[in-house]
């Protein structure tokens, strides 16, 4: 008896609050608005699109071709002036200067270890494989002469002891 009561109760909030709704002028919910909305652009979107007012009647065949071709009269001049003229600043007027010539210089003579290294472990490989070795003692020992002459002083009076 009790479970009707509260069952009876349940169904004349329900309805008083289905009744409420339906009279009072309170502001619809998100979910109302915006099925209301895509029902609005659905209509809009179904009717033909005239050409003469849309975007498409100023559309040319090389806008297709040629993108940004709409941007300025002065934006084509503008970027190849600056070309040139920075092509003559770097390839003409520019003076060399230190940083010019450190970066044109080879990467053993900046780190001569390197060479050195490599030349150890191609004289390695050819000597592993049977082969002549004695360009690779002469372009070594033409090296050491060059980059590392008080090494090679010492290695020379230390074999002549």
Do not use: C
Request: charged share 25%; glycine share 2%; aromatic share 10%.
């Amino acid at each position: 008896m009790q479970n009707i009561q509260q069952s009876l109760k349940r169904l004349i909030i329900f309805r008083r609050f289905v009744q409420h709704k339906q009279n009072s002028s309170t502001v619809p919910s998100v979910k109302d608005v915006a099925k209301q909305r895509i029902k609005d652009l659905r209509v809009e979107y179904d009717k033909p699109v005239q050409f003469s007012s849309s975007a498409a009647k100023e559309w040319d065949t090389l806008d297709s071709l040629i993108p940004n071709r709409k941007n300025g009269i002065f934006n084509r001049p503008l970027l190849l002036s600056a070309l040139v003229i920075n092509l003559i600043y770097w390839g003409f007027l520019r003076e060399e200067n230190d940083l010019d010539v450190q970066v044109s210089r080879q990467p053993w003579e900046i780190l001569p270890k390197m060479n050195i290294e490599y030349l150890r472990t191609a004289e390695r490989q050819y000597a592993e494989a049977g082969l002549d070795t004695s360009t690779i003692e002469a372009k070594k020992q033409i090296f050491q002469d060059t980059y590392f002459p008080q090494v090679n002083e010492q290695i020379r009076v230390s074999r002549n002891k």
